[in-house]
């Protein structure tokens, strides 16, 4: 579900045409449905509403502060991996209480600023980085909570790029020792051991995975209750719930809700439930909007539709073999269907948008609308080929304001000098 949708032969987001925005801010430009990011978040918090969780949007799916605000003012949290996302996170104003820091090589300096931002929590993985935090709030003279990052070693059904929780991934840490650590959390004075994390890999389309997963985590803290060392508090559940790009048929907020919960049964009154959705938020809540430059005819009859966004704008394809809808955005109703990959100017065999893909024939000059880029778009995007990055525009209503500028020239060399002292 999203706000994208065709009103005659214009392609709208929400009530606003999107060819018009196209003729302000110029092609390629990211266009963001700020109405479709909070669809998907009410969606999901609606469904867990019998457990009121801590939905943590995943921001490294979508970091744009103007997208971040909408979510954190009508009550997200954040789940960061970087000192770099903690800066955007205060800069949005979320309650720190409501920030949880995953990764596998969180700096001292950027455990450090954490602690000092009163984040809710760390999701470790592993027993070095415990020794770092403990010596970091130890000097802080500070008492962080953590969780424990587990590898359940449940293996999901996706691209082997995403998934993250077998026992191969470089992501958690094993039960054994997992459970090895919490019974020795009196080596560690200045950390709450307070929760347990897992997050099994992204574009999830079914429960099973989740369901088992959830299953090894509450022996887990079971375990661990018996055992009498500490009480968990925190069951983080991760994020990677799939989306339309195509043809999946993904779980809805409400089945997914409806197979974890009852898992909960019991649970409800000592853990609270931690959810951490990046994709799931964000990926149908953006577009792509690119022009036709030329077409082409390749050997062997192919045809090429290249247009002026590439893999430097949207890595997605090249980088995971992703399909993503490309749509007219002014539909004619009689244009030949024909087939044609649809590739960018970078100088990369890789740098397509689309392979094989048939759709109206297009001309030079018109706009098209790569769909489902609102997740892991902008976010990956780079400066290669020197092109400037493309602007981030968002629109609320009839309404769309420049929410990123498109970069300049000089921002492409604005960190760089010629260093005289190496020529002769
Ligand atoms: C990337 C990530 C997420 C979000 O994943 P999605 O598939 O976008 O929902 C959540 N938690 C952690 C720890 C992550 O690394």
Do not use: W
Not at 109 to 126: D, G, H, Q, T, Y
């Amino acid at each position: 579900m999203h706000r994208f949708q065709y009103v005659g032969k214009q392609l709208y987001c929400e009530e606003t045409p999107v060819a018009k925005i196209a003729q302000r801010v110029g092609t390629p430009f990211y266009l963001y449905s700020i109405g479709t990011f909070l669809d998907h978040y009410f969606k999901l918090r609606d469904a867990f509403k019998p457990v009121d969780p801590l939905i943590c949007f995943s921001m490294k799916a979508n970091s744009n502060l103007t997208v971040l605000k909408a979510l954190v003012e009508n009550g997200a949290g954040l789940d960061i991996v970087s000192g770099g996302e903690l800066f955007r996170a205060k800069r949005v104003g979320v309650d720190p209480r409501k920030v949880v820091f995953a990764s596998v090589g969180k700096t001292p300096e950027e455990i450090e600023e954490a602690i000092r931002a009163k984040i809710l929590m760390f999701n470790v993985e592993s027993a070095q980085e415990l020794e770092a935090i403990n010596a970091v709030a130890g000097r802080l003279r500070t008492t962080q909570r953590i969780a424990i990052r587990l590898n359940p070693d449940v293996a999901a059904d996706t691209h082997h790029y995403i998934t993250t929780g077998r026992k191969e991934n470089k992501f958690g840490i094993h039960l054994k020792t997992a459970y090895q650590l919490f019974m020795e959390s009196y080596r560690y004075p200045f950390l709450r051991f307070a929760g347990v994390h897992i997050h099994i890999g992204s574009q999830i389309t079914e429960a099973k995975p989740f369901i088992e997963a959830v299953r090894r985590c509450l022996e887990f803290i079971d375990g661990v209750r018996y055992a009498g060392k500490t009480t968990v508090e925190y069951l983080n559940i991760g994020g990677g719930l799939g989306i339309i790009y195509s043809k999946e048929k993904p779980q809805t907020a409400q089945q997914f809700a409806d197979a974890i919960l009852p898992l909960l049964k019991g649970y409800e009154n000592r853990l609270r439930l931690v959810l951490e959705p990046g994709r799931f938020i964000s990926g149908n809540s953006g577009i792509l909007v690119t022009k036709v430059l030329y077409k082409k005819k390749g050997q062997n009859k192919k045809s090429f539709v290249i247009v002026d966004a590439g893999m430097n704008d949207l890595i997605r394809p090249a980088f995971y073999g992703a399909y993503h809808e490309i749509l007219p955005v002014l539909r004619h109703v009689r244009s030949k269907v024909e087939k044609a990959d649809v590739v960018g100017p970078i100088c990369e065999s890789g740098d397509f948008l689309a392979k094989d893909r048939r759709f109206p024939a297009a001309e030079p000059g018109q706009l098209l609308a790569v769909m489902s880029c609102g997740a892991y778009g902008f976010v990956m995007s780079s400066n290669y080929n020197s092109r400037p990055r493309v602007p981030e525009v968002v629109v609320s209503g009839r309404k769309f304001y420049v929410a990123r500028q498109r970069e300049t020239r000089n921002d492409l060399i604005r960190n760089e000098k010629i260093v005289r002292e190496v020529l002769s």
